[in-house]
């Protein structure tokens, strides 16, 4: 059996601003196409801190009430 709490555990260091972090959550319903145009980084580390923030597992939230 996994336990899934090791991933949380985990430290993750981060370069990214408050501001580049607002930006995200602002305009996450932007394909990682475009977020690349206005953030400098790359889509893996884009998806990488959406997931960090939540924002994956929002997203598959507001899907199941669709």
């Excluded at 501001?19 to 889509?43: G, N, V």
């Amino acid at each position: 059996m996994k336990n899934h709490r090791t991933h949380r555990n985990q430290v993750y260091v981060s370069s990214w601003t408050t501001d580049q972090d607002c930006y995200l959550i602002e305009h996450h319903h932007l394909s990682l196409q475009e977020l690349c145009q206005h953030l400098p980084y790359s889509e893996e580390e884009i998806q990488m801190r959406r997931k960090v923030l939540g924002l994956t597992q929002r997203d598959r939230q507001m899907l199941k009430l669709l």
